[in-house]
Each structure stands twice: as C-alpha cells, then as structure tokens.
C-alpha cells in the first residue's frame, strides 16, 4: 500500500492540503467561539441594562406602596405572547411586585440561584424554551427592589446566523484559496526541480569513456547544490582513478614488453637447436600471458563501445585468415565455413575478433596434429568453432570461462585467461557463450551475438 | 637495401640490426625522433623501422613529420601499445604494417621483406620465397636456381602468393587479380590453378608449398619441417 507518495510535488501537495484544512477548521472554529463568547457578554450587558430600566419604572403610588408603570415600549419588550423577554419585580420585603403572568416560575427559579447573580433557564415557561437571565438589586423610586430579567437564549442563533453568514460570504473561498495554493506549490516544486531532468539527461552519459562529463550546477535550486556538487566530486575522483589505472596498464605494457622483446629477439640471435626451440616456446608462450594479462587488466579498465554494426562471417574469416599460418606451423589447419552474405551483429569488430581467436587458438592447441579447426557463421549471429580434441568434460564446462583455471591436464597450453578473456568480451556484448561437443567429437564453442 | 631502425632501447636497437643483417640487409640505428628526421633527409633508406615509444617525441609525430617532408618508403611500426585505437592511429598516421613488442625476428624480417615488395618498390623486381625466385618484369619463375616455366594463370597466382609470402591471400583477391570484371569465370578456375601450381612446385623440390586455408584463402608457406 502506496499512502504517502514518492513525489516532492506529490508530498508539497498533501502536506499542504492538511494544513490549511486544519488552519481553516481552527480559524473557522475560533471565529465561532469568539463570535459566541461576543453574544454572550452583549447579552448580560444588555439584561444589566433592562433590569436598571425596569427598576426606574418602579414608582411609590400615592399610598406609598410600590407599583410598577411600564411604558407601552417596555409592554411590547416583556409582551408575554411572544415570551422573548422575561421579567420579576421583589420588593425589598420579598413580595412580587410584577412579573410575566405565564411565567410565574421566574421568581423562584431566579431566587432558587441566588448564589449567583446570573442564570439559565431550560425547557422553561409554556413554550418550553431555554432562557439565560441576570438577577440585581437596584434602586428605585419606592426603595430597593430586586429585578430578575431573563431573555430567550438565542446566542447559539446567533452562532449559527454567523456561521450562516461566513459559509455564503467567505467559506466558498477556502476551498478555492486551498487549490490556488495547491497550485502555486506543485508549480514551484516543478520549476525548481526543472534543472534535474537536464541533470539526468547528462548523468546518463557518463562512462568511463567519457569520464569528464559533470552534471550541470546553473539554475539549481540551493537545496540540491551540495548533492550536485558533491556528486561531480565523486566523478572528479573517479576519473583520476580510471586515469591512475589506464596509466598503469600502458606503463605495464611497456615495462613488461621491452625485456621481452630483448629475450624472444635474443634467442634469435642463438644457434638452432633443441634447447633454443624450447627457450622459444616457453618465451612465446610468457609474451602470450602477458599480453593476455594486459588484455584481462584492460577489460576491467575501459568498458568497450559495443554499438557498432559488424560483420560477423567477414571478421571471423579475418580471424582465420590471420591465424591460419600459424595453426599450419603447427601442422594443424582451420577453416572457415561461413555464409556469402555479411552477418550484422551489435558490437565491436575488435573485440569479437579478439574472442573469436582466442577460442580458435585454443582449439587449435587441444586438436591432434593434421586435423582441421573449423569456424562457423551463422545467421543468426553465432560463431561456432569445433575441433577434435578430447573435449571438455560435462562437469568442467562452467568453469573453463573462469581466470586461470587450466583443468586436470597438468601441461595443458596457455594460462587459462584465453577463455575468460572471451567470456569478459562476449559479457560486454550482451551474447553468450557455451561449449558442447563437436559432431565427431572434440569441443564445440559457440558464441553468440546479438543481431543488428 | 638499407634499413633505419628508430629505437631507443639500446639492446633492442642492436638486436633488430643484428636480425635483419644476417637477413641481408643493410642497417642504422637511431636512438631519438631528431636523430632520424636528420638520418632520413639524407634520402638513403629503403624503409624504417620505428619504435612508437622515443624519450622526445612520439614515433607518431615522426611519421608524420616524415610524410610531411615527402618521405614515401615504408614504415613498419614495433609498438609495445596494443590497443585498437593505437594501431588505427598508426595506419592513418602513414604507417605501412605495425609489429606488436615482443616479436620473433622472422617475423619482423618478413613483414620488412613483404613491404619491400610491393609494386614500384625496391624489391619489386626480383622476389625471394625459400627458394624460388619470381622476376615480375620478365614473369619468370626459378626454383633452387632452375627456371620453372609456368602458364600465365599459374605466374599471376605465385605472384600474389609469393608477394604476401607467409600471410594467406584470400581466395577474393585471387579471382579478381587473375581475372578483370569482364572475364567468365568458372567457380573451380581459382582451385584448379593452384592445385597444378602446388604440384609443380612440388616437383620442381621447393622449400615453399601452397597450403590451402578452406573457406578463406591460400598460403605460401615454408614446409613443415
């Protein structure tokens, strides 16, 4: 389960979804309170006020008790019909001097509370609404008096005329104001991260054939600056190790070949005989290591370009042509046995013709003295190479590619880097190698190459 | 036939001159790129062998200066660089045939003969293979000192045989030297030729017989002894 998403964009967009619906929750919510907390004090102002206006209404009549003379305003403010506001009226001695006629509760509801001097009232009077009130000893005309003053409690109403208010006035625009966000991040996120796409594009041409290519650092965004640069970086130190080795392979070369060249020219110098052909031979076969030494060492060095299109039948006819000289010294002979039409493959003439002759020189080694080697093309980009030799064991066959193994034959030719030296060329080509039997016994060596 | 040898390893300067005078050459030795741009304005070499590695300059840079200056004999390269960008280097350079180091001196003696050989070069005359003897001005051919007389065919493929003497010709290169693009050609004409070639040669007691490379070509190559 995927939940959290992988892209910047992806990640800016969620985090910045829920952060402004929780900001706006919050602000929504707080906007209510406070708009609550607002009705709730202008109210208990505004029943202050009532209950003083009451109090001033209070008269002593001409028989000195008090009486109560509203103004026809203040009957239409406490009319009981509508039961908006609720009043009581004690005289100092605790007799009601007037109040709501449907509501006759008020007075000992409000005296039940007289702890405090406000109240609320629930399910309250005829029409069963809830009411919050204030009760205050004021002065009057006729002494102190008591008024209670209750008014129907509609602050939740007006709680919600607010909410009402701000969902047709403002609330459409958060979700609006949220995509424009989401919009203007997802935007910024895609142009600052523009430059990588170039980054990739560049990175992805980097081999150590072309070690000096270093990721670009204009437009970058700050943030990815340290990882760009330590990356070049990387490359820098890379490249200086590609050079130390490249630069030891070809001083290897050289400081290995010039002695060599003294002894193999030397011997040359020496009368004919028995022991100077076997000093030949073991000197011959001591350049062949070390050119195939060098050849191992260079692989791993310098990954070849192998996107060319080759001719497979034309550079194994080559290779034959090359080797054949050689292989009559030997009192062998090879031939080839390829088609009239070029064979495309994908790869690098010189290296498929290296591994094709270090296989035919091998089966060159292995077939018996006035046998022939013989080199096939086929077309669907195969080389086979068939001598007849012993062959190669069934349980030997994985391990005949791999770096100087030499099998149980202890004077076998060579020092077992002829085949792994194929197997590294034919890895690089994207092909395979195998070997099975020959027709008529002997091994057979197959490679093959992927067609252009 | 004098060669410059173009090396700087002292011991390897003297071997190369030692293997191709006792191949009957003639040889001077030249230890720096300078040395043998002077040595070769003197115009009396027939060919260079040139080490590729030289303490001023790169043996490259001295084929080119040469061929700039107008030298137009061969060059053979010894290089202890084996690369592939090396040896198209060396080619594109001017280079003639290159050597990889270390190399058996036969080799080096025959690939210097092999250039000489080529057409309005010094040995372009008389060619020697063993010993048979092919003057390719009056188009006759001895074995051991004997005149062989030969067809026409058969003089034409000897000469391309005897021309790269060790290497094989491919069997292409044969039909298209002994026949013109116009000429019929009969898919046996090549093989026949040399099978009576071969058997001639035989019989005339050469030290070189013609061996056939199936699928590629024909060699001229000493006996196996």
Sequence with gaps: MKLWPHSLQGQLALRLGLVFFLVSAAGVGLLLWEGSEAADSFGLEMLHYRAEELARHVVRSPDGRAAFKP??????????????????????????????REFPGLVSRAQAEEGSSNFRLEEFGPRQDDYYGMTVTESSAAGPVNVAVAHSSDADAIAVGMLK???????WMIPLFALVMLVIGAWSVRAGLRPLAAISRRAAEIDPRAADVRLPIERLPSELLPLVQAVNSAFDRLQEGFAVQRRFTANAAHELRTPLTMLTAGLDELNHG?????LKADVARMNRLVSQLLRVARLDAMPMNVSARVDLAQVAAQVVEY???WAIAHQRTIAFDGPDHPVMVKGNADEISDAIRNIVENAVLHTPPDTEVTVGVASDGSVTVDDWGAGVPREDRAKIFDRFWRGKVANAPGAGLGLAIVSEIVRHHGGTVEVGDAPRGGASFRLHFRQA | MRLLIVEDEARIAELVRNGVVRAGFTADTAGTGADALAALEVGIYDAVILDLGLPDSDGLEVLGRARRAGQTIPFLLLT????????????????????????????LVARTKALLRRPGLALGVTMEAGNIEFDSVGREVRVAGKPLPLPRRELDVLEQLIRRAGRVVPKAVLEEKLYGQDDELESNAVPVHVSHLRRKLIGAGATLEIHTVRGVGYLLEEKNR
Excluded at chain 1, 76 to 97: F, P, W
Excluded at chain 2, 84 to 105: E, Q, S, T
Aim: proline share 4%; charged share 25%.
């Design chain 1, 71 to 100: 103004t026809a305003a203040m009957a239409r403010v406490y009319d009981s019909q509508k039961g908006e506001n609720l009043y009581a009226i004690r005289t100092d001695s605790g007799q009601v001097l007037t109040n709501n």
């Design chain 1, 165 to 171: 208010f701000f969902a047709r006035r403002i609330a």
């Design chain 1, 274 to 278: 028995a022991p100077v052909t076997k």
């Design chain 1, 323 to 325: 080797l054949a000289p």
């Design chain 2, 80 to 107: 202890a660089r084996d690369t592939v960008d090396d040896r198209v280097l060396g080619l594109n350079a001017g280079a003639d045939d290159y050597l990889i180091k270390p190399f058996a001196m036969d080799e």
